[in-house]
């Protein structure tokens, strides 16, 4: 099934050994990933591997773009900015006082700063959906997370996926089996 789907190269299922590698060398990213005063969290690739089956995807760039930002600023458990990919909104949010972009696709928003004195701020990799799943027949909680990039030639390497393609991206998949959808 996931084969089938714009762009989506292969697939390679997870085995609980590979999980807790994968867990261990995200949680060793997020430590030395962080700008100085920031820390970084993966909270996708924690609900990942919470899951009873996790695979890994190899894709191209047509693999459709979450519906929602990858990566999020918090303070605390408020989000202060945050990943913006649509060209309309980039555009919209572009022409709002409100917002300042960091880059070309992150936008703080300029009045929530003032919440994160004094709080922990951190980068998160938030979870996300994996909609091309949610009618499969007998599988339930679904979860998606983006990987770091030693983490992503790691798993290129065991899986046996080209590293030299810098244009494909690997996901990680995690989900249940059920009989009714959860």
């Not at 990942?48 to 190899?58: A, D, G, L, P």
């Not at 909680?141 to 790691?154: C, E, G, N, R």
């Not at 390497?157 to 009714?180: E, P």
Request: hydrophobic letters at 40%; a neutral charge; aromatic letters at 6%.
């Amino acid at each position: 099934m996931l084969r089938s789907i714009r762009g989506v190269i292969d697939v390679w299922p997870v085995e609980a050994d590979e999980r807790k590698t994968i867990l261990r060398m995200e949680e060793s990213a997020s430590e030395g990933s962080g700008l100085a005063g920031l820390s970084t969290a993966n909270e996708g690739i924690r609900e990942v591997m919470q899951r009873e089956f996790v695979v890994c995807i190899n894709h191209s760039p047509d693999l459709r773009h979450p519906s929602k930002p990858i990566m999020t600023l918090k303070a605390g458990s408020g989000v202060i900015g945050q990943e913006v990919w649509e060209e309309n909104q980039i555009a919209k949010l572009s022409a709002d006082p409100n917002m300042v972009f960091l880059g070309r696709n992150f936008v703080l928003f300029r009045d929530r700063l003032d919440t994160a004195r004094g709080k922990s701020v951190r980068f998160v990799f938030e979870p996300q959906s994996f909609p091309e799943l949610d009618d499969v027949h007998g599988v339930c909680k679904i979860v998606s997370a983006t990987i770091s990039p030693i983490t992503d030639v790691y798993i290129k390497r065991r899986a046996g996926w080209n590293t030299a393609h810098s244009d494909q991206g690997t996901v990680l998949i995690g989900f249940n089996l059920c009989q009714k959808k959860a």
